[in-house]
């Protein structure tokens, strides 16, 4: 394969040979679903995804907090299947089951031996499509999510991620939590959630995803066949969803730092600034400068930090990228006396890649650690499945391993150097949990 393969939404099929001898099949139904499969030589087992392009980001006030409420309910049985029958028809071939819910889609998902694909399909469209949302189970659940949020809320490195977003984003709906607040999933009634469900989960907004052992045209018809036996009517033709328009919004980081006060050891501290959206060209560029940056025990962050100094134990970089926004985030927990010096390195290692730039050697170190981390997790069926839901779903565009790396190979010291100029002329935020005096932090300025 060479270059990247358009994904089309009013393009029926497709067939991609892809890096390593994999068949890489595409079916646009004329219902509006979308069937992605890749099929890789020796597997023996498979995992399948449903996809739904709908996140928390999307979310109305009346329904904070319901995309992951829904993600739960819809393991809470069908008409076909209870919540224990739903369980056990995974547990009882060792599978894995389980969902996905973020800012920009939400993913029902199982890894089966290759002759329990058919089940999985099966079960797995049950649950999507023909969910109950049951009266009692849903306020079962609610008592779960509010367990499952103040388990986060007691993890201050989850805590300070989150300051982080909203500190960057504001009121941009990104920057809300995927979960929702305890107040919101308190409040919210089960008519909103379920019309949320009906507004969301419609043939054209399914993309379905299996990577590993599967044969296309069976799936494909085992899917069709799966949906009418849960009584959708796909007879009527509908286009696809349209994907999220990308263009980037008005962000303005917060010119305070975000400061949560916590009886901890540790402060968890979060620098960082906007960075550049899923679609943009410069990604392959961004994922070299963070590698040089926090990237790995070579990075550094961490050989300034830790290595030199011994100022924390953690400390890496991290770039989240959706369809219109994007993040650029530096992470220490250390001791509350040094966070001011941690802080004060972190903007050090950070400028230092625009005004003194990096060398050949750290390019070629970061392309060598970013190829061979793309090439080791493609040895697992999940991060194949994954590939092509997002590919679908946010990119638009399907890219293999050799296309991946080509691009990386394309990325210069000089593109790392301007790429950074850029990055840190813009506004920095700050965003901190533990006990740390707020007059002892403060945000850099540019």
Request: negative net charge.
């Given at each position: 394969?060479?270059?990247?393969?358009?994904?089309?939404?009013?393009?029926?099929?497709?067939?991609?040979?892809?890096?390593?001898?994999?068949?890489?099949?595409?079916?646009?139904?004329?219902?509006?679903?979308?069937?992605?499969?890749?099929?890789?030589?020796?597997?023996?087992?498979?995992?399948?995804?449903?996809?739904?392009?709908?996140?928390?980001?999307?979310?109305?006030?009346?329904?904070?907090?319901?995309?992951?409420?829904?993600?739960?309910?819809?393991?809470?049985?069908?008409?076909?299947?209870?919540?224990?029958?739903?369980?056990?028809?995974?547990?009882?071939?060792?599978?894995?089951?389980?969902?996905?819910?973020?800012?920009?889609?939400?993913?029902?998902?199982?890894?089966?031996?290759?002759?329990?694909?058919?089940?999985?399909?099966?079960?797995?469209?049950?649950?999507?499509?023909?969910?109950?949302?049951?009266?009692?189970?849903?306020?079962?659940?609610?008592?779960?999510?509010?367990?499952?949020?103040?388990?986060?809320?007691?993890?201050?490195?989850?805590?300070?991620?989150?300051?982080?977003?909203?500190?960057?984003?504001?009121?941009?709906?990104?920057?809300?939590?995927?979960?929702?607040?305890?107040?919101?999933?308190?409040?919210?009634?089960?008519?909103?959630?379920?019309?949320?469900?009906?507004?969301?989960?419609?043939?054209?907004?399914?993309?379905?995803?299996?990577?590993?052992?599967?044969?296309?045209?069976?799936?494909?018809?085992?899917?069709?066949?799966?949906?009418?036996?849960?009584?959708?009517?796909?007879?009527?033709?509908?286009?696809?969803?349209?994907?999220?328009?990308?263009?980037?919004?008005?962000?303005?980081?917060?010119?305070?730092?975000?400061?949560v006060e916590r009886p901890l050891e540790q402060v968890n501290l979060i620098l960082g600034t906007?960075?550049?959206?899923?679609?943009?060209?410069?990604?392959?560029?961004?994922?070299?400068?963070?590698?040089?940056?926090?990237?790995?025990?070579?990075?550094?962050?961490?050989?300034?930090?830790?290595?030199?100094?011994?100022?924390?134990?953690?400390?890496?970089?991290?770039?989240?990228?959706?369809?219109?926004?994007?993040?650029?985030?530096?992470?220490?927990?250390?001791?509350?006396?040094?966070?001011?010096?941690?802080?004060?390195?972190?903007?050090e290692q950070f400028r230092a890649l625009a005004s003194d730039g990096v060398t050949d050697e750290?390019?070629?170190?970061?392309?060598?650690?970013?190829?061979?981390?793309?090439?080791?997790?493609?040895?697992?069926?999940?991060?194949?499945?994954?590939?092509?839901?997002?590919?679908?779903?946010?990119?638009?565009?399907?890219?293999?391993?050799?296309?991946?790396?080509?691009?990386?190979?394309?990325?210069?010291?000089?593109?790392?150097?301007?790429?950074?100029?850029?990055?840190?002329?813009?506004?920095?935020?700050?965003?901190?949990?533990?006990?740390?005096?707020?007059?002892?932090?403060?945000?850099?300025?540019?």
């Amino acid at each position: 394969m060479n270059g990247a393969v358009p994904l089309p939404l009013d393009q029926a099929d497709l067939r991609i040979t892809a890096s390593g001898g994999t068949l890489v099949r595409r079916s646009v139904l004329p219902s509006g679903v979308r069937v992605l499969t890749e099929r890789v030589p020796g597997a023996a087992s498979a995992t399948a995804g449903i996809w739904v392009a709908v996140g928390s980001r999307d979310e109305q006030p009346e329904t904070y907090g319901s995309t992951h409420f829904l993600e739960h309910l819809l393991f809470k049985g069908t008409p076909a299947r209870s919540a224990l029958d739903i369980a056990v028809s995974f547990d009882a071939v060792g599978g894995e089951h389980n969902a996905m819910t973020a800012k920009e889609y939400t993913c029902y998902y199982a890894k089966v031996r290759d002759q329990d694909l058919p089940m999985a399909v099966d079960v797995l469209t049950d649950m999507v499509v023909s969910s109950l949302l049951d009266p009692l189970e849903f306020e079962t659940e609610r008592g779960v999510i509010l367990e499952e949020l103040a388990m986060a809320d007691d993890d201050p490195a989850d805590v300070a991620s989150e300051r982080f977003f909203e500190a960057v984003l504001g009121d941009h709906p990104l920057g809300r939590p995927i979960g929702g607040s305890p107040e919101a999933i308190a409040a919210v009634s089960r008519d909103a959630v379920l019309g949320h469900y009906r507004a969301n989960y419609r043939p054209q907004d399914l993309v379905v995803t299996v990577a590993g052992a599967v044969d296309h045209d069976e799936l494909v018809a085992r899917i069709q066949a799966a949906l009418v036996l849960a009584g959708w009517d796909l007879s009527l033709d509908a286009a696809p969803v349209a994907r999220r328009i990308a263009l980037p919004p008005v962000l303005a980081a917060a010119s305070a730092p975000v400061i949560v006060e916590r009886p901890l050891e540790q402060v968890n501290l979060i620098l960082g600034t906007t960075g550049l959206t899923a679609l943009d060209d410069d990604r392959p560029t961004l994922a070299v400068l963070s590698s040089i940056l926090g990237g790995g025990m070579s990075s550094r962050l961490f050989q300034e930090v830790r290595e030199k100094r011994g100022l924390a134990y953690s400390v890496y970089s991290f770039t989240p990228s959706y369809s219109d926004a994007g993040l650029v985030g530096m992470y220490a927990g250390c001791s509350p006396a040094k966070a001011p010096q941690v802080v004060d390195l972190m903007l050090e290692q950070f400028r230092a890649l625009a005004s003194d730039g990096v060398t050949d050697e750290e390019v070629a170190r970061a392309l060598g650690q970013l190829g061979g981390a793309s090439a080791l997790a493609l040895e697992d069926s999940d991060t194949r499945m994954t590939r092509l839901g997002r590919a679908e779903i946010t990119v638009g565009e399907f890219l293999d391993l050799d296309e991946s790396l080509r691009r990386l190979a394309r990325v210069t010291p000089d593109g790392v150097r301007e790429l950074a100029a850029d990055l840190v002329s813009r506004p920095l935020a700050l965003a901190a949990v533990g006990s740390v005096d707020a007059g002892v932090l403060a945000v850099p300025a540019v």
